[in-house]
T-cell receptor, first 116, second 110 residues
Framework: GAVVSQHPSRVICKSGTSVKIECRSLDFQATTMFWYRQFPKQSLMLMATSNEGSKATYEQGVEKDKFLINHASLTLSTLTVTSAHPEDSSFYIC????????????FGPGTRLTVL | DAKTTQPNSMESNEEEPVHLPCNHSTISGTDYIHWYRQLPSQGPEYVIHGLTSNVNNRMASLAIAEDRKSSTLILHRATLRDAAVYYCILLKPRDDKIIFGKGTRLHILP
């Protein structure tokens, strides 16, 4: 099946720094990718829809200036957490719809962000 | 959007079948029933989906009620590696984004 990767898998940073997370579709092109955040013992929360070549669409309550999304190519979307604070510590997951407009969404393995 | 209702948690013994229920009484005619699961510290993975007929694949079976207001994910022989949170989700054919509910946390007892 289609594969989505994320890098890094884990990152620890100091409060106030910015962190970039990459999401790649390895063997297919994805015009649309999605970013989720998941706190411990909770479900995934959709943050934004990343559109190749255009601005991302953010869900209500998600600060677009805080979580910068760039989808510069058909296989790469990046999420930058700017001026990270401890409350941004979470598990960040991306996904993309499979090739040939299949109904299946493929998820990345997630990135564990810890802000000290 | 039509919503789904699932039990918060379930337990099953290893090597026994598991039936995970999902209620979706407000399902519309164009909604597909999708199941994803999330193993600990991993991203979700697709399990199975269907519209009206029962579906089988190498991972599981999906039994859909005749009125489509409920469905059951069946794991024929649970292993410890099947311990995960299982999400039942309704999606229309052109839907891209998935809104996750709380899912069912499945515990497998050795």
């Amino acid at each position: 099946g289609a594969v989505v990767s994320q890098h890094p898998s884990r990152v620890i940073c100091k409060s106030g720094t910015s962190v970039k997370i990459e999401c790649r579709s390895l063997d297919f092109q994805a015009t649309t990718m999605f970013w989720y955040r998941q706190f411990p013992k909770q479900s995934l929360m959709l943050m934004a829809t990343s559109n190749e070549g255009s601005k991302a669409t953010y869900e209500q309550g998600v600060e677009k200036d805080k979580f910068l999304i760039n989808h510069a190519s058909l296989t790469l979307s990046t999420l930058t957490v700017t001026s990270a604070h401890p409350e941004d510590s979470s598990f960040y997951i991306c996904s993309a719809r499979g090739p040939l407009h299949t109904d299946t969404q493929y998820f990345g393995p997630g990135t564990r962000l810890t802000v000290l | 959007d039509a919503k789904t209702t699932q039990p918060n948690s379930m337990e099953s013994n290893e090597e026994e079948p598991v039936h995970l229920p999902c209620n979706h009484s407000t399902i519309s005619g164009t909604d597909y029933i999708h199941w994803y699961r999330q193993l600990p510290s991993q991203g979700p993975e697709y399990v199975i989906h269907g519209l009206t007929s029962n579906v089988n694949n190498r991972m599981a079976s999906l039994a859909i009620a005749e009125d489509r207001k409920s469905s059951t994910l069946i794991l024929h022989r649970a292993t410890l590696r099947d311990a995960a949170v299982y999400y039942c989700i309704l999606l229309k054919p052109r839907d891209d984004k998935i809104i996750f509910g709380k899912g069912t946390r499945l515990h497998i007892l050795p």
